[in-house]
């Protein structure tokens, strides 16, 4: 993070399900349009975004994946959502469950505190 940074990175936790469509294709098909159809317009278009993708069809039949994005500030997450909405992410390949986005520990940087979080030992 610079050093000049004011505001946290912004993360999203993205509930997305499968679409038939998707399913429909075998996983080197899913692979290559992934690459070829979603990618190239996220680096096209948007900088300062990292992503991680989480299985989660073996727990819930609502959500099937969750995709969380770290964007360095609400411009840069704009550009993300701009983005995958111009691809057939965007409800052809998945259907957009839910978005909650959410700093991480905003309460102790409104209330000038500490993080109250664990930490692996």
Known sequence: MPADRTEPPV???MLVKTTPEWLAMTVAERVQAFTTNVLP???ARTHRVRSRFYDTEFYSARVTDIWVWEADDHDAYRLLIDALRETPFWDRYFEVVDLVVGIENGYA????LKPLATLAT
């Open 41 to 43: 317009v996220i680096r």
């Open 109 to 112: 940087r409104t209330y000038g």
């Open 11 to 13: 993360t999203a936790f």
